[in-house]
């Protein structure tokens, strides 16, 4: 075998291994969540991948009102309001996914949508905890990237509590992308972008 076959066995060994073919997006279903979904379905089309969409509802972070009333209804109740409001993440995900939705929320007409790359897109709702599930589901998945997004903050890193637990946990590379809005005028550059400044995620 002489160098240049060996090299190109190397070169093909290191591409098959670091292939993204499917990436789990965490989404909290906030307003901002549509512009790192960009960023997911950007990637996606970079490698042909699939995207899971998952949506952990946290039952213990509701509020106290509805903590204390959840203690008191039957097993029969509780599941009713469990899965109605998993069908009501689930729906607004499938929305969300939808051209007319992305145009508004860009505000552009140069955005990515779904129906027009052709991407296999899975949508997940859990309840549990968001950091366990995340890791659950990445493994359950067989993903090759986790992407969270996560708000800009004034000081030294924009990363949050949870996406720092979840990155020094994962077993697979894990991209937190800033969302914009809450940063204040700084300069220490502390706040770097890992993916192209593409226009249609801006």
Do not use: W
């Not at 903590?67 to 729906?91: C, G, H, P, W």
């Amino acid at each position: 075998m002489n160098s240049n076959n060996a090299k190109q066995m190397v070169q093909d060994t290191m591409t098959n291994n670091n292939h993204i073919k499917r990436i789990l997006y965490a989404t909290d279903l906030t307003e901002s969540a549509p512009k790192v979904y960009q960023y997911v379905l950007y990637l996606a089309k970079q490698f042909n991948a699939e995207i899971v969409c998952l949506h952990v509802i946290d039952r213990y972070s509701q509020n106290a009102a509805m903590t204390f009333a959840m203690s008191y209804l039957s097993k029969e109740d509780k599941r009713q309001i469990l899965n109605r409001e998993s069908n009501k993440s689930v729906d607004e995900m499938a929305h969300r996914n939808r051209q007319t939705f992305i145009r508004k929320k860009l505000g552009r007409e140069d955005g990515l949508y779904p129906e027009e790359l052709g991407l296999k897109i899975v949508n997940k709702v859990v309840f549990g905890n968001a950091e366990e599930q995340i890791l659950k589901h990445s493994v359950d998945s067989d993903c090759d990237l986790v992407v969270l997004g996560a708000h800009e903050k004034t000081f030294f890193t924009f990363t949050t509590t949870l996406s720092k637990r979840v990155m020094k946990r994962s077993k697979v590379p894990v991209t937190v992308v800033p969302i914009p809005g809450e940063r204040k005028e700084q300069s220490n550059g502390f706040l770097p972008s890992f993916l192209p400044q593409f226009s249609a995620a801006r």
